[in-house]
C-alpha cells in the first residue's frame, strides 16, 4: 500500500493547471487517449480473457489492470520517446480520476460475467473498492498537487528523488509476490506471460489506430501508444490484495508490471533509432 500512495504522490506533484487547461488546447488528442485507455483498453482485455479461458481469477485480475489509470511511469517514457509530456501527463492524471468512478462500474460487471460463465459466485464488495480505490488513488493525489503548488521548492527536490524511487518501488512490489506465489507463477506463467504480453501489444496498436484515424501528429501518437499500453499495475496489485483480499488475483498484474516495462523500453528504443 504505501508503494501505490508513493506513486499517486508523485503523479499529483506533476500536476498543475496547465495539464488540465491543455484540454482545452488539444481536445482532439486528449479525447481520443482517453477513448483508447478508458474504453478500448477494458475491451481488449474482456476480449482477450475469453478468446484464452482464462480461470475466473486470473480473469477478473486481468480486466482489473486493464481497469486501472495510466501509470505515472508513462511520463517519463513518453519523454524518452519524444512524444508530448504535457499530454501524457493530462491522460494520466484524467484516468486517474474518471476510472475512480469506471473501475467499480466496469468490474461489477465482470464479476458478474464471471459468476455466471464459472458457476462460482464472485462477491465485488463495491462499497469497500469504492473507498479504498478513493484513498489509494484520489487523496494521495490531491496531496501531492497541494504540496507541489504551496512548496514548490521543496516539491522539486522532493520529486526528483521520488521519480528515481518510483520504478524500483513497483519492481520490489512485484518481488514481494513472487516471494509468496512462485509455485502459482510458476505453473501458470506461459498462460498469464501471454494475456498480459497480448494486452499490452494489442492496446499499443490500438492506441497508434485511433491517433492515426484521428490524424494525430507523430508525437500524439507516440504518447497515446505508451499511455494504452502502461498501466497503473501498483493499483491493480494493491486493489486485489487489500479490496478482494486476493492475491492470485494480482498476479496477471505482477506479470503485466514486468513485461510493460520492457516491451516499451524496447518500443522506445526503435522509435530513438528511427528518429536518430
Not at 521519480?163 to 514481494?176: E, N, R
Amino acid at each position: 500500500m504505501p508503494i501505490l500512495v508513493l506513486l499517486m504522490f508523485l503523479l499529483g506533484m506533476n500536476l498543475n493547471k496547465k495539464a488540465f487547461t491543455d484540454i482545452a488546447k488539444r481536445p482532439r488528442a486528449v479525447l481520443l487517449g482517453m477513448v483508447g485507455q478508458i474504453v478500448a483498453l477494458p475491451l481488449l482485455a474482456f476480449g482477450l480473457a475469453i478468446v484464452l479461458d482464462l480461470p475466473p481469477v486470473y480473469f477478473m485480475g486481468l480486466m482489473l489492470v486493464a481497469c486501472c489509470p495510466g501509470g505515472s511511469s508513462s511520463n517519463v517514457f513518453s519523454m524518452l520517446a519524444k512524444g508530448d509530456v504535457a499530454l501524457s501527463v493530462t491522460l494520466t492524471a484524467l484516468s486517474s480520476i474518471i476510472t475512480l468512478f469506471t473501475l467499480p462500474l466496469i468490474m461489477s460487471y465482470v464479476a458478474e460475467h464471471v459468476s455466471l460463465m464459472s458457476g462460482q459466485e464472485i462477491t465485488l464488495p463495491l462499497p469497500k473498492l469504492l473507498v479504498q480505490n478513493f484513498v489509494l488513488v484520489f487523496v494521495p493525489m490531491f496531496l501531492g498537487y497541494g504540496f507541489n503548488h504551496y512548496f514548490p521548492t521543496i516539491a522539486s527536490k522532493v520529486h526528483t528523488v521520488l521519480s528515481k524511487a518510483a520504478f524500483p518501488a513497483l519492481m520490489i512490489l512485484a518481488a514481494t509476490f513472487f516471494l509468496q506465489y512462485p509455485k502459482e507463477i510458476a505453473n501458470n506463467f506461459d498462460l498469464l506471460g501471454l494475456s498480459a504480453g497480448l494486452l499490452i501489444l494489442v492496446a499499443m496498436a490500438c492506441g497508434s489506430a485511433i491517433s492515426r484515424a484521428g490524424r494525430l501528429s507523430d508525437a500524439y501518437r507516440r504518447t497515446i501508444v505508451i499511455e494504452g499500453g502502461m498501466q497503473n499495475a501498483a493499483q491493480a496489485i494493491m486493489l486485489s490484495e487489500v479490496v478482494f483480499s486476493n492475491g492470485q488475483m494480482a498476479l496477471p498484474a505482477i506479470i503485466y508490471a514486468l513485461l510493460m516495462n520492457v516491451i516499451l523500453l524496447i518500443y522506445v528504443f526503435i522509435i530513438r533509432r528511427k528518429l536518430s
